[in-house]
């Protein structure tokens, strides 16, 4: 009798637990939506792109793409915050998940209560850098520099509420710094603006300025990120020359519904952290600037709701107007 008693418990435990493990079981049944908040071509597309190919051979259903770039990326992230959260819609968006709600009055989505946090997949440093003009060759002498001055010396960035200017306004913040922020329509413009000296400083994506370290038309003082950047291993992170509290990337995530089945959200992280360990992708990643991350979706969770907050403060502390 209890030989009996206990397979029929061992039954009933198993049914119980069978709906919630077939969704991780049968997932994907059919294709997959993956939403690229940005316009095709750029380093978010790519990455999603190289994600989306590597979920569809591994799991033989396609994982097809779409990019929705308008209005900055919040059209893209309002419709995938509003898709079934079923696993069937997943989004991977920039650090304008984190920046923008700080930065508009009215979004269509709540980053924080409105999606899943699976995992951050890579992340890009912003770097500090300067004309080579500039008689300063380390942040130390860069801030005696400015503070001997104030007001006179200005620094650009991609463009009002980027994470560029955000970079610039937490250092700016952190050091008591009289330096004008000179906003520009995009990383080209404010690279050639600090190329030709009338910028002197700049704050950006490293992407966009590495070709121009490495040939000497930028002179690369710090990195925003925790660890120093694998391309440039003798620049200092901005800790390291003496300025705390400072991290700050450029990051590609991946995110889903809130409410999507626990089960879905590990699978993919589990699949999407060995896609970004393998070697052809890491090199893509390196040969754009990027390096692979794959925290956890609890360590991610943490991260958003903490970066969500802490870039809220620097654009109220800034005095950076709200978008409406």
């Given at each position: 009798m209890r030989l009996k008693f206990l397979a029929l418990a061992g039954a009933a435990v198993a049914l119980a637990a069978a709906p919630h493990m077939a969704p991780a079981q049968t997932y994907p049944a059919r294709a997959v939506r993956v939403i690229v908040p940005a316009a095709p071509g750029g380093p978010s597309d790519v990455i999603g792109r190289?994600?989306?190919?590597?979920?569809?051979?591994?799991?033989?259903?396609?994982?097809?793409?779409?990019?929705?770039?308008s209005g900055a990326g919040n059209i893209g992230v309002g419709i995938a915050a509003k898709a079934p959260p079923d696993g069937y819609t997943i989004l991977t968006p920039t650090s304008a998940i984190i920046v923008?709600?700080?930065l508009y009055a009215k979004l269509p989505y709540d980053t924080v209560t409105d999606f899943a946090a699976v995992t951050l997949a890579a992340a890009s440093p912003h770097v500090l850098t300067v004309n080579p003009s500039v008689p300063a060759h380390s942040v130390k002498e860069l801030v005696a520099w400015v503070k001997a001055t104030p007001g006179k010396y200005s620094y650009a960035s991609p463009g009002t509420g980027t994470t560029g200017q955000l970079a610039g306004e937490l250092f700016k913040l952190s050091l008591g710094l009289d330096l004008v922020h000179v906003p520009f329509n995009g990383g080209a413009p404010a690279l050639n603006s600090t190329i030709g000296g009338h910028?002197?400083?700049m704050f950006s994506a490293l992407p966009t300025v590495a070709s121009n370290i490495k040939d000497g038309r930028l002179r690369a003082l710090a990195v925003t990120s925790g660890?120093?950047?694998p391309e440039f291993p003798d620049v200092p992170t901005l800790a390291e020359a003496g300025v705390p509290d400072q991290e700050s990337?450029?990051?590609?995530?991946?995110l889903v519904p809130a409410g999507t089945p626990k089960e879905i959200i590990d699978k993919l992280y589990r699949e999407i952290a060995r896609i970004v360990a393998l070697p052809d992708v890491k090199e893509r990643l390196a040969a754009?600037?990027?390096?692979?991350?794959?925290?956890?979706?609890?360590?991610?969770?943490?991260?958003?709701k903490a970066d969500v907050a802490r870039w809220a403060k620097v654009i109220r502390d800034a005095g950076i107007k709200q978008i409406e």
């Amino acid at each position: 009798m209890r030989l009996k008693f206990l397979a029929l418990a061992g039954a009933a435990v198993a049914l119980a637990a069978a709906p919630h493990m077939a969704p991780a079981q049968t997932y994907p049944a059919r294709a997959v939506r993956v939403i690229v908040p940005a316009a095709p071509g750029g380093p978010s597309d790519v990455i999603g792109r190289i994600i989306a190919l590597k979920l569809s051979e591994a799991w033989g259903q396609q994982f097809n793409v779409e990019n929705i770039p308008s209005g900055a990326g919040n059209i893209g992230v309002g419709i995938a915050a509003k898709a079934p959260p079923d696993g069937y819609t997943i989004l991977t968006p920039t650090s304008a998940i984190i920046v923008n709600p700080g930065l508009y009055a009215k979004l269509p989505y709540d980053t924080v209560t409105d999606f899943a946090a699976v995992t951050l997949a890579a992340a890009s440093p912003h770097v500090l850098t300067v004309n080579p003009s500039v008689p300063a060759h380390s942040v130390k002498e860069l801030v005696a520099w400015v503070k001997a001055t104030p007001g006179k010396y200005s620094y650009a960035s991609p463009g009002t509420g980027t994470t560029g200017q955000l970079a610039g306004e937490l250092f700016k913040l952190s050091l008591g710094l009289d330096l004008v922020h000179v906003p520009f329509n995009g990383g080209a413009p404010a690279l050639n603006s600090t190329i030709g000296g009338h910028t002197p400083i700049m704050f950006s994506a490293l992407p966009t300025v590495a070709s121009n370290i490495k040939d000497g038309r930028l002179r690369a003082l710090a990195v925003t990120s925790g660890k120093r950047a694998p391309e440039f291993p003798d620049v200092p992170t901005l800790a390291e020359a003496g300025v705390p509290d400072q991290e700050s990337e450029f990051i590609q995530a991946v995110l889903v519904p809130a409410g999507t089945p626990k089960e879905i959200i590990d699978k993919l992280y589990r699949e999407i952290a060995r896609i970004v360990a393998l070697p052809d992708v890491k090199e893509r990643l390196a040969a754009i600037g990027y390096t692979p991350i794959a925290n956890s979706p609890e360590a991610f969770a943490a991260q958003i709701k903490a970066d969500v907050a802490r870039w809220a403060k620097v654009i109220r502390d800034a005095g950076i107007k709200q978008i409406e």
